[in-house]
């Protein structure tokens, strides 16, 4: 049976590429997908800090590619989880010492281990851009609910799709629920409407994310992590799964949220 | 007093809550960004509507413009084409080819 291979990406820096790769991995990892994870960020590795794998790379992707050892030398498997490892990016080289044409060849030989290969793509639109899609089937677009970013994603979807990567999926991420009832942040419905790609994932502003990072843990790991609970949700639809939007509640703000109630204040 | 006077804006709504204009921001700046035409491809497509119009008329080629123009709301492409001569019928490719280096000469 033919895998997956799935590009994580969202133009703009900073909106979670890497801890939604770390967390969707690890995730469908735990529901019994053989998933690789690889880091196409090479120059900037950040994949193997999230997991907390950091300290056991010896090899990495440009070292395969050159030929200085074998792919299965440079995997990490996840001692947690053994169905998930790392193919991890090179820190002291940058993103011209891989082709497009390299990426596809890595990527047909980790289909013969595993199911899903989650690639983990840098900002930018050049070649860290154009070798990270270069395998991919499907791709996962994350978006933060901001102009920037949703200018970026939308740059980002034109691009995939001169590239024929029909399977476009949305995860909007770091949504504020406070500030979306104030109207001062865009809704999910809003950045949807915009991009026009099928959402497949909410997720909220959680301080257990900081956390997970300093640890070196995935938060889909933290029982009550709910950003760590909206990835298994997400991992569940990339799955064929129906599973529904998790809601968000917010704490309406005293007298004013008394008011607002009482006049309908508002959409 | 502040805390008052954006308590009443809010119930009587006069404050335009940002979302609606990070919206309308977004909606105007895609409209741009995903209408503009590579320099290169602009330059073929000069090249090809000469191509064209030369079938029916003599154009001075190199006062030709095109250009894309973008207001609120609306992209449009705005071509200024300066007309020597009307032919009688329309010529075929070979013969705008033909005349196209006298027409390079013409222009020195």
């Known amino acids: ?267 | 007093m502040p805390v008052l006077a954006s308590f009443i804006d809010r119930i009587f709504n006069r404050q335009s809550p940002s979302r609606s204009t990070a919206k309308d921001r977004l909606r105007l700046v895609l409209l741009h960004d995903r209408t503009d035409i590579p320099s290169l491809m602009l330059e073929q497509m000069r090249q090809d509507m000469i191509a064209v119009l030369s079938k029916y008329v003599e154009i001075d080629q190199d006062a030709l413009e095109v250009n894309l123009e973008k207001e609120d709301g609306s992209v449009a492409l705005i071509a200024n084409i300066p007309i020597r001569k009307v032919r009688e019928k329309r010529v075929d490719d070979a013969v705008v080819q033909a005349e196209a280096p006298a027409a390079a000469d013409l222009s020195t």
């Open chain 1, 1 to 267: 049976m033919a895998g997956r291979v799935i590009v994580v990406t969202s133009g703009k820096g900073g909106v979670g590429k890497t801890t939604t790769s770390a967390n969707l991995g690890m995730a469908l990892a735990k529901n019994g997908e053989k998933v690789c994870l690889v880091d196409a960020d090479i120059g900037l590795r950040n994949l193997d800090l999230l997991l907390g794998l950091e300290n056991r790379i010896v090899y990495d992707l440009v070292s395969v590619v050159e030929g200085r050892c074998k792919l299965r030398q440079a995997l990490i498997r996840d001692k947690r989880e053994p169905n998930l490892a790392l193919l991890p990016a090179a820190q002291t080289r940058d993103k011209s010492a891989v082709s497009p044409e390299q990426m596809k060849v890595l990527i047909a030989q980790l289909l013969e281990e595993f199911t899903i290969v989650l690639i983990d793509c840098p900002a930018g639109i050049e070649q860290g851009f154009q070798n990270a899609i270069a395998g991919a089937h499907e791709a996962i677009v994350v978006t933060n609910p901001e102009v920037s970013s949703v200018r970026d994603a939308d740059r980002i979807i034109g691009l995939l799709e001169a590239a024929e990567i029909t399977d476009k999926y949305l995860i909007v991420n770091r949504i504020r629920p406070n500030l979306i009832q104030k109207d001062d942040m865009m809704s999910v419905e809003d950045v949807q409407d915009i991009l026009a790609i099928k959402l497949i994932g909410v997720i909220p502003d959680d301080e257990s994310i900081i956390v997970s990072t300093n640890k070196g843990e995935p938060a889909v790991l933290m029982a009550h992590s709910i950003a760590g609970q909206a990835y298994r949700n997400i991992a569940r639809r990339l799955q064929g799964e129906d599973v529904p939007f998790m809601t968000f509640q917010t704490k309406s703000t005293g007298v004013l949220g008394m008011f607002k109630k009482l006049f309908a204040v508002g959409k």
